[in-house]
Structure formats: C-alpha cells, structure tokens
C-alpha cells in the first residue's frame, strides 16, 4: 500500500497567520430561508420551453491538477493542526487534523463511526455547533477561520451534508434562485430573474438526472434519500464550487443512482476544481477516483495513501489500519 503524507503540492504554501478565531453566533448558511423573497411562478411548458441542453461530462479525473495542466498544481487548502470542541459541551473532537489540497484534486476521508469525519467537514464550512480551539485554516490563501459561513461560501466552499433538511412551505426553484441571487449579490454581479434562472438551472437537471417536477416540490421535503442526495449535487451544479466538501453522498443510493451522483460529480470538476469526499465505501471511490485517500481516527488524519487504503479497509476492516 502507498503511504504518503498528507502534503501534496510542490509549492510551497502561503504563511498562515493564526488569527483570534470568532465564535459563529447564528448559522448564517448562504441558505438563509428568513431572506427569501416571493419570486413569481412559471408554468411547466414555460419552464420547458426554455429547457436548455446540457452535455455531461462523465470522465472521472483520476489523476492530480499537476498531472492535468502541465503547472504545478495551486494550493487551495491548508489545514494545520486543527482542533475543535462541542461548543456546548466543550468535548473535544478534532485533535490536530492536517491536510493539504490542490487544485484538481480528489480527496477522500474514510474512518470509523464516530472518528470525526463530519466534524472537520462541518468546521471547514464554520458549522456553529463547534468551536475551533487551535491551528490554522488557509482557503486560497486567506484565513479561512476567519470568514463566516456566508463568506466561506462565496470565497468557493460548498458541503453538501449528511443528512440535508426539509425546508416546508419552499419550493425547490425558489430556494436555488435565493441562494444564487445572494452568491451573485456578494459578487457584485446583476441577480438573475425566474425566467433567466429557469434558462440556467434547466441543464443542471439534466446533469443531475432529476425530472423538472423536482423544482416545484418543497425543498427536500417528501424527498427519498436518493432524490435529496441528487437535489445537494444540483444546489453544487447551481452555486459552483471550487472546493466541495461531499459527506457520504452515496449513502442510501441505489446503484443507479449512485452512478448518475457520480457521473454528475465528475461532470461538475475541472482541473481547478477539487473534492473531498467522506464515505466508507470503496464503491464511490471507483466512481469517483480520488487522488488521496484519509484515515481518520479519534480526530485526526492517521494515514494518508491511494486507493489501495480502500481496498484493504473494504477486505481487513480498520484494524489493518490502526494508528501506530
Ligand atoms: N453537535 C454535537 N453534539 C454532540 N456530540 C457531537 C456533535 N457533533 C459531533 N459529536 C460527536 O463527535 C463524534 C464525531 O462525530 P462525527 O459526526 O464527526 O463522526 P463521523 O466520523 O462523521 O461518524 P459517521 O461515520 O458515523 O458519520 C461523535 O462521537 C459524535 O457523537
């Protein structure tokens, strides 16, 4: 098995001041359901008739952004010695995690139940339920620690979460020209209008392999875990990202699904783009081919390899991998 560690590009990363971190006092998720603002309804044939075509890309980039541009690959994230508690609690849960990220790249956390995987995923994007108590976060060279969540957004990052919630009373359509209107707005570009939204989002069904009546149902709500999975992955398509954090987007998905998920991912990255993906499973893996595989346990990184890592944990359980 190879074993690297988990520094990956050749150059060298921009100093990380370690500023005072800031205590998110309310989730500012750039989802803010509270600011959303009535937008007039469409009728399906409208909808239709302004359907774009979308050609999907499928081919899963196996390889790192070095491999794809012929440069060398451009530092996106450096996580350095990264602890967090419960905010509430104070329990201490991240204990030191590393990782670096380049652009390009796939990245894929694997570990035990309850190893901290989600944590670290949910500080990243500045989750208000924990509280960084030490190292550093630089996202495309600024202190990401320092950001709120609606700037972490802006600034690139996206999660898609575990268990993505219901959101009763708003339609699908409403809620994704909300939130990319407000990306927009941040980004001092004109917001889009429900028939320009419409003409923009109608390909990414296409992608995501979602029928148009998805638009009008309530946000997640009587959605199967497959549908909600593919509902995230259209909220990437519509926002874009150039790092998305997946947490187990293949839990609950049929085969099928779990294909047009991935073939969609693969769809969505570029060679500036990058991944990290949080599963236990080989199978998205051989979808989604990663660049580096992670072994988390009790709140840090304790291997870092390829996907042979996966290949033995699949056959030999974490006891192959425990920390030495
Ligand atoms: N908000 C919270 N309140 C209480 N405990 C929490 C909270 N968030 C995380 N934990 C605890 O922290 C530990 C790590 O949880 P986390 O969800 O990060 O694990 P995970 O590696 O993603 O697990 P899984 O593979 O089961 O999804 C668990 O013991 C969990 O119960």
Known sequence: MA???SSCCSTPPPPSSLLPFRKFTSNSLLLRVSALRPLRRHSAQNRLSLRLKASIAVESPAISGSDRGGDSPKLLLEVKDLSAVIAESKQPILKGVNLTVCEGEIHAIMGKNGSGKSTFAKVLVGHPDYEVTG???VFKGENLLEM????RSVAGLFMSFQSPVEIPGVSNIDFLNMAYNARRRKLGLPELGPIEFYGYISPKLDI???????LNRNVNEGFSGGERKRNEILQLAVLGADFAILDEIDSGLDVDALRDVAKAVNGLLTPKKSVLMITHYLRLLEFIKPTYIHV???GSII???DISIAKVLEKEGYKAIAAA
């Open 148 to 151: 709120d969540p609606e700037e």
């Open 3 to 5: 074993l690297l560690n």
């Open 135 to 137: 190292g550093s976060v």
């Open 208 to 214: 995501v392999n979602m029928k148009i009546e998805f």
């Open 296 to 298: 988390m346990e009790d």
């Open 303 to 305: 291997r870092t390899g």
